[in-house]
């Protein structure tokens, strides 16, 4: 059973839908508790930064993840959901999970061909090997919607990057924690198979 | 092309009335040619990067026919997908959303409320609304000095805006993306207009999809490169099997255009 962290991300359903299609069970909830007795938890999202730490705040979920991350629950971030675990975040320069030391920083591009957000299909290569990671080929593409990204101040932490206007970080880890900038319940088959595999993750890398 | 190119992305586009599929040719005269949950998943399969419904269904009160198509493909179709037709608030734009379409598509309702635009991008974020804008060839003049007029109904009225300008305040306003439809060139599948793409994608920095005309892939080709687009929209050429989406992909890459290739995966 995996538990989906609901703090009014958009894209909470979509990934609830994934998980479905894949034969993995999941549930919904707001509910702290919860996630601090989760098995396993997808911290999802769409939006601005900002608002996302204001709700996970109200609702308590911060400590429950820290929590949840300190019991060695295996947990797995989202976009928003790989942003906000780190100290800090450019959007809104507001503070955030510090669940992985560095920040969240936008994409500063000098190419006037590039815009912002980078929204579309773009090659992730992986850097360091990762369970979650484990069926990903050279060339493979998977989708992206943002205009920030996580930016793990030990370069140790970044798993994979991907190139827009230079190489960024697309995705990091930590023992039991991982996050993807990139949207495996939107990438096709080559995403579904990273939810797949974290439901079988034991949590360590 | 360096590897700091995003993919250009096929879309492909499908007509729902009441449930079912249709494509319409010049606007009128539309023809029933299937399932569109059924449409959807064959294109997802066979490596499709995004794809379009634009519910075109007459009445008000069969909304919730949409909606079911929208929750049925979310279901199945692990791709990005947007809905269009038909929106006019942003209750029925976050409905969309929650029933698993990634983005949806303002038109008409936009050009007689531009604010609708900014109202959406607020509560479902910029990234999720697309400026679908039906443009045809008009005579320059003080007020249309592209000589691309922006028209709503299905094409039968022009509203007195320049298709540029509407595409600039779109873009302030708040929509993410814009697909850009020439109402001349659709259902001809004689090719893109190339120029009035080029106009509008040269004119604003977020993502512009080229819409009507396209018939071969060469089509596609240029309005991705000449035509400066981010993405082609595809429909009759891959509804009536004339192409598969992969045969495009692998047409553009021979051309040096940088696609996403699917590939089989166990999972």
């Known amino acids: 059973m995996i538990t989906i962290v609901d703090y009014n991300a958009g894209n909470l359903r979509s990934v609830k839908r994934a998980c479905d299609a894949v034969g993995i069970d999941s549930k919904i909830t707001e509910d702290a508790d919860a996630v601090v007795k989760a098995g396993r938890i997808i911290f999802p999202g769409v939006g601005a930064a900002e608002s996302a730490m204001e709700t996970v705040k109200s609702r308590g979920l911060d400590d429950a993840l820290r929590e949840a991350v300190r019991r060695g629950t295996p947990v797995l971030g989202i976009c928003i959901g790989a942003q906000i675990i780190l100290d800090r975040s450019e959007e809104g320069d507001v503070a955030c999970l510090g669940l992985i030391p560095g920040n969240t920083v936008r994409f500063k591009l000098r190419d006037p061909r590039l815009k912002v957000p980078h929204i579309g299909w773009n090659e992730v290569r992986v850097e360091k090997p990762h369970p979650l990671l484990a069926g990903f080929e050279p060339g493979d593409e998977l989708y992206f919607v943002h205009s920030y990204y996580p930016s793990p101040r030990d370069p140790e932490r970044v798993y994979a990057t991907s190139d827009y206007g230079g190489a960024f970080c697309c995705a990091l880890g930590q023992g039991n924690l991982f996050a993807t900038q990139f949207h495996p319940e939107k990438s096709g088959p080559i995403g579904l198979g990273v939810l797949q595999r974290f439901s079988r993750w034991d949590g360590t890398c | ?267």
């Open chain 2, 1 to 267: 092309m360096g590897r700091n190119v995003l993919s250009k992305r096929v879309i492909a586009c499908l007509d729902v009335r009441d449930g079912k599929l249709a494509k319409s040719i010049k606007f009128v005269d539309t023809k029933d040619i299937g399932d569109p949950v059924e449409k959807a998943r064959e294109y997802y399969r066979g490596g499709l990067d995004e794809l379009v419904f634009y519910d075109i269904t007459a009445s008000s009160d069969a909304r919730g026919i949409m909606l079911d198509v929208v929750e049925k493909v979310a279901a199945e179709v692990f791709i990005p997908f947007s809905v269009g037709g038909g929106i006019r608030s942003v209750e029925d734009a976050t409905n969309l959303r929650l029933a698993g379409a990634e983005k949806i598509n303002v038109n008409s309702a936009a050009v007689k409320d531009p604010e609708l635009i900014a109202r959406c991008s607020r509560a479902i974020g910029a990234q999720s609304v697309v400026l679908s804008m039906d443009v045809k060839r008009c005579t320059p003049s003080a007020t249309i000095p592209s000589g691309y007029e922006i028209v709503i109904n299905g094409g039968r009225t022009p509203v007195g805006r320049d298709a540029i300008a509407w595409a600039r305040e779109g873009e302030r306003l708040g929509a993410g993306e814009l697909v850009v439809n020439s109402i001349d060139a659709d259902g001809t599948r004689e090719g893109y207009e190339i120029r009035l793409t080029r106009l509008v994608a040269d004119a604003v920095q977020v993502p512009v999809i080229a819409s009507g005309g396209a018939g071969k892939p060469e089509h596609l080709y240029e309005v991705l490169t000449e035509g400066h687009a981010d993405a082609a929209l595809v429909a009759s050429m891959v509804h009536y099997g004339d192409y598969t989406v992969l045969e495009l992909k692998e047409y553009l890459r021979s051309r040096g255009v940088k696609v996403r290739m699917p590939r089989a995966v166990s999972i």
